[in-house]
């Protein structure tokens, strides 16, 4: 689809909002949000097909976010492109708001199924992508993960699941931010060399700049990226992108910005309080 905002706006909008959900909430993974804002706003502002007026559409283009702790902006990506009004973000992971704090298909229009439990994310997606070849459906399916899911066991099956089935209408898209929950990726558990990993499990596999809007149009534009091979696309980011004081910073996996913090933030991200 596209929408009226110039792809820059649309990803400083999504972490504004991020931010301002977090602070109201007292709580969500605002670092995880901050990091993929550009990488939704391509997906959802140039290459997905999808119709917000029509969001049930059989030829839809799917999407899955595996690391459903990070809801934050992908709620903030539906409500700006229209999928439902932008003042549910205000109720965002609060007793009667409709917006839970992981990602939520009951009720949520954009919302394919789901997610949180890291792991099951492209499992999922990969069953979507056999299922429309099986039924010969022109749709895409698009799953993005965090890097440190990738420590779990389920997605290295699915990785072997999908080049076995030449799932070409499937992308992966891993937010390569190098921190997870408890740490760094490299002291948790490090994933190099990591493109050579899913190319070695047959995987087309390109790194990027996460962040450069640029780079990702004009990888997602062009899938798949080998015909009878599913994509893989290691975006390299960094966590809390935007806010200097979050930027590859653990504290902000999961922190709330309050008082100055919260007013530097916005400003940092151009938005004033």
């Given at each position: 689809m596209n929408t009226q905002l110039e792809l820059p706006e649309l990803a400083r909008r999504i972490r504004v909002h991020a931010v301002q959900m977090a602070n109201r909430a007292g709580s969500c993974h605002v670092g995880s949000s901050l990091s993929m804002a550009e990488i939704l706003?391509?997906?959802?502002?140039?290459?997905?097909?999808?119709?917000?007026?029509?969001?049930?559409?059989?030829?839809?283009?799917?999407?899955?976010?595996?690391k459903g702790h990070?809801?934050?902006?992908?709620?903030?990506?539906?409500?700006?492109?229209?999928?439902?009004?932008?003042?549910w973000?205000?109720?965002?992971?609060?007793?009667?708001?409709?917006?839970?704090?992981?990602?939520?298909?009951?009720?949520?229009?954009?919302?394919?199924?789901?997610t949180g439990s890291l792991g099951h994310g492209l499992p999922i997606a990969t069953g979507m992508a056999l299922a429309a070849k099986r039924?010969?459906?022109?749709?895409?399916?698009?799953?993005?993960?965090?890097?440190?899911?990738?420590d779990e066991g389920s997605n290295w099956e699915a990785a072997l699941f999908a080049p076995h089935h030449q799932l070409d209408n499937l992308i992966a898209i891993v937010d390569y931010n190098k921190i997870q929950s408890l740490g760094h990726v490299?002291?948790?558990?490090p994933l190099e060399p990591f493109v050579?990993?899913?190319?070695?499990?047959?995987?087309?596999?390109?790194?990027?700049?996460?962040?450069?809007?640029?780079?990702?149009t004009s990888t997602l534009q062009t899938l798949p990226l080998e015909h009878g091979k599913?994509?893989?696309?290691?975006?390299?980011?960094?966590?809390?992108?935007?806010?200097?004081?979050m930027e590859d910073q653990l504290l902000w996996h999961y922190r709330t910005p309050r008082g100055d913090e919260y007013t530097q933030a916005l400003a940092q991200l151009g938005e004033v309080v």
């Open positions: 706003a391509v997906l959802y502002g140039k290459v997905m097909r999808v119709d917000p007026a029509n969001p049930e559409a059989v030829d839809r283009d799917r999407f899955v976010l595996s990070a809801c934050g902006a992908l709620y903030s990506v539906l409500a700006e492109c229209g999928f439902f009004p932008l003042d973000l205000e109720s965002f992971f609060q007793n009667g708001g409709r917006l839970p704090g992981h990602a939520t298909a009951k009720g949520i229009p954009g919302i394919e199924v789901s039924d010969s459906h022109p749709h895409r399916v698009f799953c993005v993960l965090s890097d440190g899911e990738c490299n002291d948790v558990m050579d990993k899913w190319q070695s499990f047959g995987w087309h596999t390109v790194g990027i700049d996460g962040h450069s809007i640029k780079e990702l599913p994509t893989c696309v290691i975006a390299h980011t960094v966590k809390g992108k935007g806010v200097d004081f």
